[in-house]
């Protein structure tokens, strides 16, 4: 369902129709940690809401790291399994405002740590196109929604590529706007340098129209940005003559699945008939294959530090202990899994006075020099190209989210690029391979999201996937 | 062995602004236990800061008065460590760039006055308020928040004295800007001093110890003079010193261990990402900077210059703000600077301490005091009935109506005074011939005829010349 559908509809048959399809596909899906309680009080709100606010009735799922004042948010993890916020995230504000009905939390890796979805406390979300395959990460519960058309519109976040990979492995849109262009006030963070709020929708219409919604400027959030909020959806325009693309040869010679990349040639194909200007580009192969060690160091030293609160002492899980201190180690000794805490090892450890040199500002550093590789070629372009995956989901046994291939480093990771630089980037499906969706994936300048709705508006009229959703049997 | 002390003090001073450092919330002190906080105060997953230009504002003030070096690009920095008062598991802080570096405070020693070098001065926020009880530990958060300035000396200190001396100064300079309570005894204003001893000529630094839980700065004296002896003695033993942390334990007079330090922590200092560089317009540096108030040490010149003042008088003034105040106020009205200085150091000084009152909340409006000084110049009235003059007006009654109520007019009309002194000089011929007989005292029990006479009115000074000169012509 995309949301110029929901037009003429009764509101409350609406919002109950999602919850009821939400409901039934939870044992394939397993992707809600909790649904809202409050409908009713909210469809009663919505009456000092205009009819014609954009999202007028329309059922919206949260990631399970938005803030939902009075509704549980544990952001999949043990430790905050018990948490219920008491305050609502701004872009909750944002929603209710333009009229969204909240009506369920998505399931997510552990505090969003994590690209598979296996980590989540409530278990893993299925992939609808293929229950026994991954959805992907680390906002696997959101991506899953809105592949099963449960909802037009559900909300992720993307710190590595968590909005962007899932929505390739599900077949959806998958949007992750300029850093500071949504604020982050009231999302449970991981890496906050990296941490964009994202979003995924089955239309570029779609896309266009949340991120009005969702954008502008925060003083909640100091990196949120003055910059005024374009009516994106007004100016759509999939015209592409004269438009500059430039593929990212590293990523597609990276990816050795011939029928991903045959499909990725033919839409390149297809672009270059409507007047696109394409080219290719090369990287800093050195620097690209550092991708992910960088990566791993920054967030985990961040998310190090922004999980120092989660102690059990004022909120959240709580184990008991002897002392104060003690508390604290048995609650996070229990609350948080294995794999967390290793990150934490890890965050610590390039953050030791003796290793920062080293380990934390060389990766700061490294962030510096692929950032800047980037900007150069985004100051000859108006995009770059290349495809989201290196694969279709894989079957949780062949998932790893710390393999070190060269195929894995580059062709997995390369969306990383866009929370290095905080350009704005988005997946768009282009296609189907053994009968599981693909993505390709798309890099504008700062602040030209309009760009990507643009360009991303002529591959969908290309592939004629706008409104593709998965068929579940509930 | 001869030693020298060596010792460098940390000063942790709280702003006194509206809301807190990095919150909206309120600051108060003495309020209700946790009704100062809000979710970002409490560290609740998801809250960011935001940055306090109040707080800004004080820090500069401070900084330029210390005569510090102002960087115009503000950045924060995450101290991370656990502890319960300490609610997000890390403090922002201005670990790598202070706002202010460099720069001094004067004080006096007895060997002429002294420069006391400054390392720096940051800002950063405070923890809460821990009470451990039997039962437990309860925490006000009230605190945690709470803007701060830190100002760090070098080890330019050498005794309990200076120590005292250089307290006293920043406080007074504080005090004088306004920035902050400057309260030791309410923990507004905290000091840290750590201490070493090294023999004399040695350039090496000794092992450290570090006091806190200083109230007061008696007790700063106090406790450095403790440390000394205690250090001194154990190191002509042929003992070591261990690094510790001692407090200052007012019962005993005397430093007791707190806790040994074992090696140094490493509180993996790095950017706060949430807190992007602020770049501070020059303009409103330079605004802040030239809107000073006076500070003590102009203050104490301007009084020795412009009212002739001593050095004492012009010491005592300038040490308390309010009352420096009150006698500026007074000096509004009045060019008699030395009666002004010495009513207001001694009878004003009193009255208020009598009330326990701030020379700010003074019942007596200082106009009032400069009319009385000028009605005691002309010989109105005489000093004696000026006291009871002054009491009456403590209570904020205007001089003129208090004399005219009391009938306590002086009789300084030479014509009058003389009609009573041929009087009384007709009635008592006894006395003159004592006079004539070279007994002088006689003149002092004519004057008190006179002062009988008038009921006390009659101008002493006057009465006196008058009967020596009538005495003369018998």
New interface residues.
């Given amino acids: 369902m995309q949301l110029s559908q929901y037009h003429n509809q009764d509101v409350k048959q609406r919002v109950y129709e999602a919850l009821e399809k939400a409901k039934a596909l939870q044992p394939k899906l397993n992707a809600i940690v909790s649904f809202a309680q409050d409908i009713e009080e909210q469809l009663e709100a919505l009456k000092q809401i205009p009819k014609n606010a954009p999202l007028y009735g329309v059922p919206v799922v949260l990631k399970e790291n938005v803030n939902t004042k009075g509704l549980l948010t544990t952001a999949s993890s043990r430790i905050l399994s018990n948490y219920i916020p008491v305050y609502d995230a701004c872009i909750v504000e944002k929603l209710k405002a333009a009229g969204a009905i909240i009506i369920a939390k998505s399931s997510m890796d552990e505090l969003g740590m994590g690209g598979t979805n296996l980590s989540a406390y409530s278990g893993p979300v299925n992939n609808p196109y293929d229950l026994s395959r991954i959805s992907g990460g680390s906002s696997g519960g959101s991506a899953v929604l809105s592949a099963a058309d449960v909802s037009a519109l559900t909300i992720g976040t993307d710190t590595g590529d968590s909005v962007r990979k899932p929505a390739a492995y599900n077949g959806v849109i998958g949007m992750k706007p300029t850093y500071g262009r949504i604020s982050r006030y009231g999302i449970i963070p991981y890496a906050s340098s990296l941490d964009h709020v994202g979003y995924f929708t089955t239309s570029i219409a779609d896309a266009a129209v949340a991120l009005h919604v969702l954008a502008g400027r925060d003083d909640r959030d100091m990196t949120s940005s003055y910059r005024e909020v374009p009516a994106y959806e007004t100016l759509l325009n999939s015209d592409l003559k004269g438009k500059r693309i430039a593929i990212i040869d590293n990523v597609q010679n990276a990816i050795k699945d011939d029928a991903i990349l045959a499909n990725f040639n033919q839409l390149i194909e297809q672009l270059q008939k409507r007047g696109a200007i394409v080219e290719h580009v090369s990287l800093n192969e050195q620097l690209l294959s550092v991708l992910l060690p960088t990566y791993f160091i920054i967030a985990n030293a961040e998310a190090t530090a922004n999980h120092s609160n989660l102690d059990g002492i004022r909120f959240g899980m709580r184990e008991d202990g002897e002392s104060v201190e003690e508390v604290m180690r048995h609650s996070r000794t229990a609350g948080f899994s294995t794999n967390i805490r290793k990150r934490f090892v890890i965050g610590s450890y390039s953050l030791f006075v003796e290793n920062q040199d080293k380990l934390f500002r060389k990766a700061q550093k490294v962030r510096r020099l692929i950032v800047e590789e980037i900007k150069t070629v985004l100051d000859q372009y108006d995009i770059t190209i290349a495809s989201a995956t290196g694969s279709i989901a894989p079957h949780p046994q062949d998932s790893v989210d710390e393999k070190l291939s060269d195929t894995y480093l580059i062709a997995e990771n390369h969306m990383i690029m866009g929370n290095f630089s905080g350009y704005p980037s988005i997946t768009i499906p282009c296609g189907f391979v053994q009968g599981m969706p693909i993505g390709v994936s798309l890099m504008a300048k700062p602040f030209a999201e309009q760009t990507l709705f643009d360009i991303g508006l002529a591959i969908e009229e290309e592939t004629g996937l706008r409104g593709q959703i998965a068929e579940v049997e509930a | 062995m001869n030693y020298e002390t060596v010792i460098g003090i940390e000063i942790h001073c709280e702003l006194k602004t509206k809301t807190k450092m990095f919150s909206g919330a309120p600051v108060a002190f003495g309020a209700v236990a946790n009704s100062c906080v809000n ?1 970002i105060d ?10 306090n230009k109040e707080a800004v504002r004080l820090a500069i003030m401070a900084a330029t008065a210390l005569h510090c070096e102002i960087d115009p690009l503000v950045k924060f920095d ?1 101290k ?1 460590y ?1 502890y ?1 008062d300490l ?4 403090q922002i802080t201005q670990q790598f760039h202070p706002i202010g570096t460099g720069g001094y405070v004067e004080i006096e020693t007895e060997t002429g006055s002294k420069q006391i070098r400054l390392e720096r001065i940051h800002m950063e926020e405070d923890t809460a308020k821990q009470f451990h009880n039997e039962e437990g ?1 309860l ?1 006000d958060f009230n605190r945690a928040g709470t803007p701060l300035v830190e100002i760090v000396s070098k080890a330019d200190i050498r005794s309990g004295k200076e120590a005292a001396a250089y307290v006293e100064k920043l406080r007074s300079i504080l005090n004088y800007l306004g920035v902050s309570d400057v309260k030791m005894e309410e923990g507004s204003m905290r000091c840290d001093v750590n201490i070493s001893l090294r023999e004399m000529g040695s350039r090496e630094y000794g092992v450290k110890s570090e006091i806190k839980n200083l109230t007061s700065i008696a007790n700063v004296q106090k406790a450095v003079e403790y440390e000394v002896a205690r250090q001194s003695e154990i190191l002509s033993n042929g003992g070591t010193i261990v690094q510790e942390t001692r407090r200052y334990d007012e019962a005993q007079k005397a430093t007791v261990s707190m806790r040994k330090k074992e090696g140094n922590v ?1 509180y ?3 950017p706060e ?4 560089p602020i770049r501070l317009d020059e303009a409103w540096i330079k605004e802040i900077q030239s809107h000073l108030p006076e500070l003590p040490d102009a203050r104490k010149a301007r009084y020795q210059r412009e009212y002739g003042l001593n050095d004492y008088d012009a010491d005592v003034l300038v040490a308390s703000r309010e009352l420096a105040q009150f006698f500026d106020a007074v000096c509004q009205y009045t060019k008699e600077y030395k009666m002004a200085a010495n009513w207001t150091i001694v009878e004003l000084s009193a009255a208020l301490n009598k009330a326990n009152l701030k020379a700010s909340d003074s019942p007596c409006d200082p106009k009032h005091l400069a009319d009385m000084i000028h009605m005691i110049k002309d010989a109105t009235i005489s000093s004696k009935q000026a006291k009871i003059v002054f009491e009456e007006i403590m209570k904020g009654k205007d001089p003129k109506q208090v004399v005219e109520e009391k009938g306590m007019k002086q009789m300084s009309d030479s014509t009058e005074l003389l009609k009573m002194i041929q009087e009384v000089l007709d009635n008592n011929p006894k006395s003159i011939e004592d006079f004539k007989n070279g007994k002088d005292r006689a003149i002092g029990f004519l004057v008190g005829q006179v002062m009988k006479a008038s009921k006390g009115t009659a101008n002493p000074a006057m009465t006196n010349q008058l009967i020596k000169e009538e005495l003369a012509k018998r």
């Fill in positions: 979710e409490l560290g609740h997953p998801g809250t960011l800061p935001c940055v995450r991370n656990y319960s609610p997000k598991g890390f530990t925490i490493d993996k200092y790095f990402p949430n807190i992007p």
